[in-house]
């Protein structure tokens, strides 16, 4: 069967730059396995003073309509760009875009704004484009997020299948998690800060852990921000930065920037490794592999911990993966969320349309999910 390539695009809640990978889907003669070959895949920087203007514009400040009508633009111009710099084919662009508010009351989420206009995209590589991805979920009473357990559940069902619990952990700006185990639906939620605290204290980037390796944990100021309701709640159960916004940090403006930022990786660990106690295998990826404080610190605690890269997905990569499957989702008229980890009231075909200079492409005969994934890197 031909296969399709799909382009998956996304900015995460670090806001630093669009990852992209091209992954192309087949599926084996029975329909039983997915397979899925990644193929270029980087991220590209958003210019400094895009950047510098979505930080301004993000809550807790104060932006008006020009300042979001603006940003959806110029978001979407450089996704656009990003897209038209791609050297592998692809028949299909699926565009997570940026999220800016993700509008939470009382523990139930009434709404998600992701900006970055698809139009653009599609102008510029004239392919068709999913986007607005999660608003359907949302709308089925969902949490709109996380969507990644759509790739995790196939990605460790290997695991399951011998018999073992294994999570999904995502270390972004946020850190979120898909456990899988043996007889039980998946279960995801976001477990608190990763890149988002560690990037404010630091005053910028701090991915190798350096500054935090200097610092030393403050258990006064540790039992401070533990203290925090969010991770008394259950799951599902999502935040961002609406919540874990650089002022949140403003009480501990007299501690020593190295000891904060060591207290913050251990704010990270703990979180992380409470939520996922007794899982046998967890699986890792984003940002935060890089930080080898941070990593140490995980892998102390939860001692089966891999990086996805010995599973053929690459760690900076997987959420572009993720958004790339759920494009070739969207193109079939497969659920693309994971009711048991979002909290909707079923599945939905999430994502709506831009079309683009020709037809979306589809793998002929493909009706329902295969039950498993084969996944690669391109040779």
């Known amino acids: 069967m031909s296969p399709v390539r799909v382009l998956g695009m996304m900015s995460g809640t670090s806001h630093d730059g669009i990852d992209l990978a091209v992954v192309e889907f087949s599926v084996v003669a029975d329909g039983d396995r997915l397979r899925a070959r990644v193929g270029e895949h980087r991220t ?6 895009l950047r510098a203007d979505l930080v301004a514009a993000l809550p807790p400040a104060r932006t008006d309509l020009a300042a979001v009508c603006a940003l959806d633009v110029r978001i979407g111009q450089e996704f656009a760009a990003a897209a038209a710099s791609v050297t592998d084919a692809f028949d299909l662009v699926c565009s997570h875009g940026q999220t800016v508010f993700h509008w939470v009351d009382g523990g139930a989420v009434r709404g998600t704004l992701q900006l970055g206009q698809p139009a653009w995209i599609a102008e510029a590589t004239g392919a068709p484009v999913v986007s607005d991805l999660r608003t359907a979920d949302v709308a089925a009473g969902g949490q709109g997020a996380p969507l990644v357990p759509v790739l995790d559940r196939l990605l460790l069902a290997s695991f399951v299948e011998q018999g073992r619990t294994a999570a999904a952990l995502n270390l972004g700006g946020i850190a979120n998690v898909t456990v899988c185990a043996p007889g039980r639906p998946p279960r ?5 800060p990763a890149n988002a605290l560690l990037d404010a204290a630091a005053g910028g980037i701090d991915r190798d852990g350096r500054l ?7 258990s006064d100021v540790l039992a401070d921000l533990l203290a925090e309701p969010y991770y008394a709640q259950g799951p599902p159960k999502t935040t961002g930065k609406e919540l874990f916004h650089p002022g949140y940090l403003d009480r501990f403006a007299g501690v020593p920037r190295e000891d904060l930022l060591a207290t913050l990786v251990e704010l990270t660990v703990r979180t992380v490794a409470d939520a996922l106690d007794g899982v046998d295998v967890v699986v890792a990826s984003g940002g935060g592999v890089r930080n080898p404080v941070l990593m140490a610190g995980l892998r102390f605690r939860l001692p089966g911990l891999v990086v996805s890269d010995e599973l053929g997905c690459p760690a900076d990569a997987k959420e572009a993966v993720a958004f790339a499957l759920l494009g070739f989702a969207a193109a079939h008229g497969l659920a693309g969320n994971v009711p048991s980890c979002t909290g909707a009231r079923g599945g939905r075909v999430l994502g709506r349309l831009t ?13 329902a999910w295969p039950a498993g994934l084969d996944l690669s890197p391109a040779r």
């Open 212 to 218: 935090a390796a200097a610092g030393t944990v403050r």
């Open 188 to 192: 995801a939620w976001d477990t608190g």
């Open 44 to 49: 590209v920087p958003y210019s400094d003073g």
């Open 355 to 367: 079309p683009g200079r020709w037809a979306v492409p589809t793998v002929p005969g493909v009706s």
